[in-house]
């Protein structure tokens, strides 16, 4: 028997999809950049330029998202958990601030491929952020914050939610 449930192995198989076309670009502005892809509806736009801030106003139920640049869908790291509202989703703070530290170049501005890894390992349900705060490396990890606070996306004034996810 399998440990996905149905609805995974569906999701699972729609991101192998998207990660495999080439040339995807932002419906608003063509970029290629920051992209994301809305599992609700389909549209690809960028984290840029308030683009995809601006589609989860219009769209307040649109809370699957797909990152172009984790190459996999915004959810619990926890493989088995069907959380992928990024509006429920944690992201623990410590090891966010550590990857960063580690994994990303200042010098041309990228990500290492094991830092996008330990980007995706630090997003969590509420279900599961305890048992990520009890293996985080820093045992008194107790600061998350949501993946996407909706009561923010009016206020950024970078335009952007996350450079981390897309």
């Known amino acids: 028997g399998s440990f996905y449930s149905a609805e995974l192995k569906q999701l699972f198989k729609k991101c192998q999809k998207i990660g495999s076309r080439k ?14 892809y809305c599992l609700d509806c389909g ?3 960028c984290d840029n330029k308030s683009h995809l801030i601006n589609h989860l106003i219009s769209y307040p139920s649109h809370n ?14 926890k493989s088995t958990c069907k959380e992928t509202n990024i ?14 530290d580690r994994h990303y170049s200042m010098m ?8 996008i890894q330990y980007i995706a390992n630090a997003i969590c349900c509420d279900d ?3 048992w990520h705060r009890i293996n985080c490396a820093n045992a008194r990890a ?8 909706a009561s923010m996306l009016h206020s950024s004034s970078s335009g952007q939610i996350s450079e981390y996810l897309f």
Do not use: P
Not at 108 to 115: D, K
């Open 43 to 45: 549209v690809i736009v």
């Open 87 to 100: 509006y429920e989703l944690q992201a623990c703070a410590h090891c966010l601030s550590r990857c960063f």
């Open 64 to 77: 699957k998202l797909y990152s172009y640049k984790m190459r996999r869908a915004v959810k619990c790291c």
């Open 23 to 36: 040339g995807d670009k932002c419906s608003e502005c063509g970029v290629q950049a920051n992209l994301v």
């Open 128 to 130: 599961h952020f305890e």
């Open 108 to 115: 041309n501005a990228t990500w290492s491929g094991q830092g």
């Open 142 to 149: 107790g600061y998350s914050g949501a993946v996407v606070d």
